[in-house]
């Protein structure tokens, strides 16, 4: 069941039709649309948190906006259970391509066949959630396999080639931007901005565009000079 609240000033002006340019609000789409308006209206929150937390705070992330589509999940449904069915898709789906690794596979095959396996691995996480109480199956399913078998064969490579050390970093600060996008993202003012005044979305894409720009230090680089302390 879907669930609307529209201000009672907003509905009596949506039924006058006095003015012309009401007919282009996104009220006047079913309900169905509109819930799904009210997500896709958060994700430019989620692009700005990424694009704050690797250009100005200098966050290493596996991929560029896989965070916002785990912060989307999340919103889906809550925290906990999407962090634990994410950590535990990744976890198993890397097990899985070190055996196919071994195979000698083509780059398209392994793909596939990893696309496959983590479709089983969420299908049992679900039935295993829901015998143990846990509602985690819209959790799981929501997450988008391409993507995360992506994420499976590029924290692979980045293990054979960098080690175990790296693929902490990035998956660690993958999580720790997805749960801040997440927590912009579910506060109900967030929601009711976005989705209302859709217009403030330019303002968004303008602070992008001036964080574009920026080629200084990071905030995490400034610990390079930390040496310089025993001169001062």
């Not at 996104?26 to 997500?39: D, G, H, K």
């Not at 100005?56 to 965070?67: D, N, V």
């Not at 999407?82 to 055996?99: E, K, S, T």
Request: proline content about 4%.
């Amino acid at each position: 069941m879907l669930r609307q609240t529209v201000p009672a000033l907003q509905l009596a002006t949506m039924q006058s039709k006095s003015n012309s340019l009401g007919y282009l609000g996104f009220y006047e789409l079913p309900i169905e649309e509109q819930s799904m308006f009210r997500l896709l209206l958060l994700l430019p929150l989620g692009a700005f948190v990424v694009a704050f937390m690797r250009m100005l705070i200098g966050i290493r992330t596996s991929g560029t906006f896989m965070p916002v589509l785990i912060a989307v999940a999340f919103v889906q449904t809550a925290l906990i259970p999407g962090l634990v069915a994410f950590v535990a898709i990744v976890a198993i789906g890397l097990l899985m391509r070190g055996y196919l690794s071994s195979l000698n596979l083509l780059l398209v095959s392994r793909i596939s066949a990893l696309i496959i396996l983590v479709i089983f691995i969420t299908a049992g996480l679900s039935v295993f959630g829901y015998q143990m109480g846990f509602n985690t199956g819209m959790t799981v399913t929501f997450f988008p396999m391409v993507i995360i078998a992506w994420t499976i064969e590029r924290m692979s490579i980045l293990w054979e080639e960098e080690g175990v050390r790296e693929v902490l970093i990035q998956g660690t600060g993958s999580l720790f931007v997805a749960v801040c996008a997440y927590l912009l993202m579910s506060i109900p003012l967030s929601g009711h901005l976005t989705f209302n005044f859709p217009e403030l979305h330019l303002v968004i894409l303008g602070l992008i565009l001036l964080m574009g720009q920026y080629t200084g230090y990071k905030l995490t680089e400034l610990r390079r000079f930390s040496p310089m302390k025993v001169y001062d």
